[in-house]
């Protein structure tokens, strides 16, 4: 197994935008499951980049494999997947929210309870996870992680029902926030969506063996049906029985309450080829990048996508204003998220390596940029000096998403509020000067939710989770305290 170590803080690649979250993948009663599991982490890679996992169990005991670092970095290599035999297995691609990033808190977690051996797996972030592991940490338990995740292997450990799925439910119950879960046993496979559903989980199914993943692209990697969207509130047991065939058991143990999922998922996190809530998630970006162009106009001779994220929303934009598309910018995918350098000067030269100006589509040409969203603001203003470098005689930013003014506390790792941009600025005009744009402009609210479901947001009860954009948070936040939360919480340093 791999050492623990700390990742930079002050890396000049990764900044302090939004980052990726998590995505899980689980199969039951599969005689590839550690493989096929391994696969549907490659797919799902782009919501987390620090660490990867992968519980299995083979009839007699679990094993697993946990790893910092990208799932192709470990999981291919087939000596690796030999250690995870078995025929049930959950994996997991992570981007802390809480917790440092250490080996311990790698998922899946596992422990051995009084039934048996239970391993979990969560894409999320709990509202009231540290409130509870100060409750459980008083009564006796002695956490091994810093991470929410592991609260709810106390809970399961503690309740008083007698089957593993009851105890998960009790467990998860208790829990507040955002989550999409996965939890295995000896027999077992169980998914879970927080009742708002913040977080997407999808039910797929391979050689007639049920699968769990965050986004429809890990089913399609292995050639997997898509059968349903988990919903929003909603437990999935599937438990191999004595004659092996696989019983599905759905309930919805919590109160009903209308699905809001994150929109940001939309915006940024989920990959374009994935449908998540039943929509093609490239086509609502394209849609972003048509409602821009009717609100916020421009005159201009060619539209550039700052990629990769800006690119859908961009051909929306040329497509819907009629001005030509062309790759201004050119990204290199070969730049990770780590690259650390000791001097200031070398570092500088690094944020060069992420994005290069394609001078022959921009030399003496009026560009509107189209990216999907600004947190901070770090990759306009270097974006837009290497455009106007590059012989540029007019630079427009359009944004696919309204400003952020609001931190996530539901699995996105977002900078506090003063850092973000539309934070620091009294209002578009000052921000775009600061960035050093002719002109600055962001999709309305209104623009987003028309492209994503079709209509305009209903105040009395919104269709999606948008708190970064209104400030409406979907559940209340009572690890916060009115102050603001490090979204790298260390609990053990919180505990003091
Ligand atoms: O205003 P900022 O703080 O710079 O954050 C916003 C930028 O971050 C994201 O891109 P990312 O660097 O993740 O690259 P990607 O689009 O290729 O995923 C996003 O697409 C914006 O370009
Ligand atoms: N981004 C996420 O979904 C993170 C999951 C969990 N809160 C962790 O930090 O490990």
Same mark, same amino acid.
């Given at each position: 197994m791999n050492q623990s170590h700390s990742f930079p803080i002050d890396d000049p690649l990764d900044g302090d935008t939004l980052h990726e979250e998590c995505g899980v993948f689980g199969i039951l009663g599969h005689p590839d499951a550690a493989a096929l599991t391994a696969l549907g982490l490659h797919a799902l890679q782009h919501r987390g980049q620090e660490a990867a996992g992968i519980v299995?169990?083979?009839g007699k005991r679990f094993y697993q494999e946990r790893h910092m670092g990208?799932?192709?970095?470990? =999981?291919?290599?087939?000596?690796?997947?030999?250690?995870?035999?078995?025929?049930? *297995?959950?994996?997991?691609?992570? =981007?802390?929210?809480?917790?440092?990033?250490a080996m311990r808190n790698v998922q899946p977690l596992f422990a051995e309870l009084e039934e048996g051996g239970i391993a979990v797996a969560h894409n999320g972030n709990f509202t009231n996870g540290l409130t509870l592991r100060r409750q459980i940490i008083a009564t006796g *338990?002695?956490?091994?992680? @810093?991470?929410?995740?592991?609260?709810?292997?106390?809970?399961?450990?503690r309740s008083r029902h007698a089957s593993?799925?009851?105890?998960?439910?009790?467990?998860?119950?208790?829990?507040?926030?955002? =989550?999409?879960?996965?939890?295995? @046993?000896? @027999?077992k496979l169980i998914a879970a969506r927080d009742p708002t559903g913040i977080r997407p989980l999808v039910m797929g199914e391979l050689?007639?063996? +049920?699968?769990?993943?965050?986004? @429809?692209?890990?089913?399609?990697?292995?050639?997997?049906?898509?059968i349903r969207d988990v919903e929003n509130g909603e437990v999935i047991i599937c438990e191999i029985q004595a004659d092996g065939s696989i019983s599905v058991d759905a309930r919805k143990p919590s109160k009903p309450q209308p699905e809001r999922l994150c929109l940001f998922e939309y915006v940024y996190f989920a990959r374009p080829d994935s449908v998540v809530g039943g929509r093609n998630v490239y086509t609502t970006r394209k849609n972003m990048g048509m409602n821009l162009a009717k609100e916020s106009p421009v005159d201009a001779d060619v539209v550039v996508p700052v990629p990769d994220g800006g690119t859908p929303a961009a051909l929306g934009y040329a497509q819907e204003s009629g001005i030509p598309f062309e790759y201004g910018i050119i990204r290199n995918h070969y730049v990770g998220r780590t690259f650390i350098e000791p001097t200031q000067q070398i570092r500088a030269f690094g944020v060069k390596l992420k994005h290069s100006a394609n001078r022959a589509m921009i030399e003496g040409k009026r560009v509107v940029l189209v990216d999907d969203s600004i947190v901070r603001g770090t990759t306009s203003l270097k974006i837009v000096q290497m455009i106007r470098e590059a012989g540029a005689r007019e630079v427009h930013i359009r944004v696919a998403s309204p400003m952020i003014f609001f931190p996530d506390f539901y699995g996105i790792d977002t900078p506090d509020a003063d850092k973000l941009l539309a934070n620091q600025y009294a209002d578009v005009e000052a921000m775009a000067k600061y960035i050093g744009a002719d002109s600055l402009a962001f999709l309305s609210i209104n623009g987003l939710y028309r492209?994503?479901?079709?209509?305009?947001?209903?105040?009395? &009860?919104?269709?999606?989770?948008?708190?970064?954009?209104?400030?409406? =948070? +979907?559940? &209340?936040?009572?690890?916060?305290?009115?102050?603001?939360?490090?979204?790298?919480?260390?609990?053990? *340093?919180?505990?003091?």
């Open positions: 299995s169990f083979d990208l799932v192709g970095d470990h =999981y291919t290599n087939p000596m690796t997947l030999a250690r995870l035999p078995g025929s049930i *297995a959950i994996g997991h691609t992570r =981007y802390s929210t809480t917790g440092e990033v *338990a002695i956490c091994q992680s @810093t991470s929410d995740t592991e609260v709810v292997l106390h809970l399961i450990a593993t799925s009851d105890r998960f439910i009790d467990a998860i119950r208790q829990m507040e926030g955002g =989550y999409s879960m996965l939890a295995m @046993t000896r @027999t050689d007639g063996k +049920p699968i769990f993943c965050s986004e @429809t692209c890990a089913l399609d990697i292995i050639g997997a049906k898509f492209a994503v479901g079709g209509e305009d947001r209903n105040p009395a &009860r919104p269709q999606f989770t948008d708190h970064y954009f209104t400030g409406d =948070y +979907p559940t &209340r936040l009572l690890d916060k305290n009115g102050e603001s939360m490090g979204n790298k919480l260390s609990m053990l *340093a919180s505990n003091g």
